[in-house]
């Protein structure tokens, strides 16, 4: 049985090699151009566009990998039945799943190796795009970092650069708490500080509550409540924290505990971390959905029905997934729940596919 676990794994790593390449070539090419496009408008560099092209490629590798495996199991599927190989297996006393079990086990490896491997270098990479695409497409005039310190805010405005350190986020979603404010104008000079228990949103403004006011001529005074110019709001801070998909499996508890220590949530990016490491499972049964459909295909008059059906029972189990994963970060289910029900689904249509077609 290990000639034919190899020669089915070869056939699968050659099919799975193929797609795989052709859809990043197909995407690099799309990606240049219309970062090319951007860029002749905003007067990048060539180089930069290179760069940033080759740093796009795993944004979207994530999000096609489980129709790569799906395809490239049906097609290793037809690949051997093609041949009659599979009769001749079959008339050896070798059960439908005995026979493409390598399959479910290499896309298995695929997807640990992905994780607990790649995902670092994956995110890396799109921490790097995103990076150079705020400061090189949209001109972010606002940035957000989260350190163990607090939540340091930046703001460039038409005449001045605010610079807002606080420590954590008040739990109505109302106030940034503990802060301090420094003001810049354009050319780098510091001309002001305010000190201040809290930074109200109200009203979408932002209002320094009792600050005490440190510039050329006053020293630690106190001052009445004072509207800051930022053109950010809660759900902005929220949602530009830290992008989920730039930080790496490795590392997310990590943010996640440093994310409840300042009181931001932390939903999505548990719902990213419960995705994640459940992926392999995951995309071991699209394989299964992709081996099924390649086996049934042979009784269709025209050979992309199987592709077909196969390619939309993968959509509708990515679409269920992040319908799942936005009532979660919504608050309407647990993040446990949503990735582990959306899992269990995927379970129970390829155990039907198995028991209907390949016992």
């Not at 000639?3 to 089915?8: M, T, V």
């Not at 090699?17 to 408008?41: C, G, P």
């Not at 510039?215 to 004072?226: M, S």
Request: charged share 20%; hydrophobic share 50%; with cysteine.
């Amino acid at each position: 049985m290990k000639i034919l676990d190899k020669y089915i794994v070869k056939i699968y790593f050659i099919n799975i090699s193929i797609i795989f390449f052709s859809v990043t070539a197909i995407m690099l090419i799309f990606d240049f151009i219309e970062l090319s496009r951007i860029a002749s408008t905003r007067g990048v560099p060539l180089h930069i566009v290179l760069m940033m092209t080759y740093q796009k490629v795993p944004l979207h590798m994530q999000k096609i990998l489980g129709f790569i495996v799906v395809i490239s199991s049906l097609i290793t599927v037809l690949k051997i039945s093609s041949t009659n190989e599979y009769i001749a297996m079959q008339s050896l006393g070798v059960s439908g799943i005995r026979i493409y079990v390598s399959i479910y086990i290499m896309t298995l490896f695929i997807g640990v190796f992905h994780v607990m491997c790649l995902n670092p270098i994956v995110a890396d990479l799109i921490a790097k795009y995103e990076y150079n695409e705020g400061k090189y497409f949209r001109g972010a005039s606002e940035q957000i970092s989260i350190a163990d310190n607090g939540i340091w805010l930046k703001s460039n405005g038409d005449e001045e650069v605010i610079f807002i350190h606080a420590n954590y986020i008040s739990k109505n979603l109302k106030s940034l708490e503990g802060v301090v404010i420094l003001q810049f104008d354009k050319e780098g000079f510091f001309f002001r500080r305010y000190d201040a228990k809290k930074l109200s949103y109200i009203n979408k403004k932002w209002k320094i509550i009792e600050p005490i006011l440190n510039d050329a001529n006053n020293f630690n005074e106190k001052v009445d409540d004072v509207i800051i110019p930022l053109n950010i709001s809660f759900s902005y801070i929220q949602e530009n924290a830290v992008a989920a998909d730039t930080v790496s499996v490795w590392k997310m508890w990590d943010l996640i505990a440093l994310m409840n220590k300042h009181g931001i949530s932390t939903r999505k990016y548990e719902v990213y971390f419960y995705k994640l490491i459940t992926m392999p499972i995951f995309i071991m049964l699209l394989s299964v959905i992709g081996v099924y459909f390649g086996i049934i295909d042979r009784r269709f008059d025209n050979g992309y029905k199987g592709v077909i059906f196969a390619i939309t029972t993968a959509f509708f189990l990515y679409i269920l997934l992040d319908a799942m994963s936005a009532f979660s970060i919504s608050g309407d289910i647990t993040p446990v729940f949503s990735v582990m029900s959306h899992l269990l689904l995927s379970c129970a249509i390829s155990l039907i596919v198995v028991l209907r077609k390949m016992i």
